[in-house]
């Protein structure tokens, strides 16, 4: 059974135009993230939600927004797309302690902007 | 920045053990190491997770020295499906990747 849901699996779209990825569980977990991951590159966090607490990183750009509405979905915008943006955005989510906690992810968004 | 170091790629041939090091020479005293693993084009897989003492799940086993600052991963009998970027993490709270070990097994 799928735990962390991530759609759409694929999205393109143009140079500007916001675009909006959609993730949600059915683990009931705290915690929320969205992390970015180029070509080749490992994984980086942007942000994530404890319940409805947000938390951005400092390098992660004004571009990227999230909302968390409920417990179970977390949205990630992207205001005004680059082609540098261009990556698979990763969800994940986690229990919420500190240390003894291990992450679940989704599939992956794979966005291009053209 | 990430506070493990790995090798960068490693062979295995099937049905062998991968063994899979990481060092982490500064680590807290309150920090777990993680291990997961990406198959191409997919999300991120937890594997297993320890602070001390070593540990055993049905995917892998995880040794960690007694002064903590290196472990080591064994997929005891690997197989094609095992092909994937192995990631070792030192968790204080958030995931910070390296740039993993990329595993090829090989028939």
């Known amino acids: 059974d799928a735990m962390v849901i991530q759609n759409p699996r694929y999205q393109v779209t143009q140079f500007g135009k916001p675009v909006t990825l959609s993730c949600s569980q059915t683990?009931?977990?705290?915690?929320m993230y969205w992390y970015q991951q180029k070509s080749s590159q490992a994984p980086k966090l942007l942000f994530h939600y404890y319940d409805k607490d947000f938390n951005n990183e400092a390098d992660t750009p004004d571009n990227f927004q999230s909302r968390r509405p409920n417990t179970s979905f977390c949205f990630l915008d992207i205001r005004s797309p680059g082609l540098g943006d261009t990556a698979m955005y990763l969800c994940?989510?986690?229990?919420?302690?500190?240390?003894?906690?291990?992450?679940?992810f989704g599939p992956g968004t794979r966005l291009t902007v053209t | 920045d990430a506070k493990t170091t790995q090798p960068p790629s490693m062979d295995c041939a099937e049905g062998r053990a991968a063994n899979l090091p990481c060092n982490h020479s500064t680590i807290s005293g309150n920090e777990y190491v993680y291990w997961y693993r990406q198959i191409h084009s997919q999300g991120p897989q937890y594997i297993i997770h320890?602070?001390?003492n070593n540990e055993t799940n049905e995917m892998a086993s995880l040794i960690i020295t007694e002064d903590r600052k290196s472990s080591t991963l064994i997929l005891p009998h690997a197989t094609l499906r095992d092909t994937a970027v192995y990631y070792c993490?030192?968790?204080?709270?958030?995931?910070?990747f390296g740039q993993g070990t990329e595993l090829s097994v090989k028939p």
């Open positions: 993490i030192v968790q204080g709270g958030k995931l910070i």
């Open positions: 320890g602070l001390k």
């Open positions: 683990l009931n977990h705290n915690v």
């Open positions: 994940a989510t986690s229990r919420g302690d500190i240390l003894d906690d291990e992450q679940y």
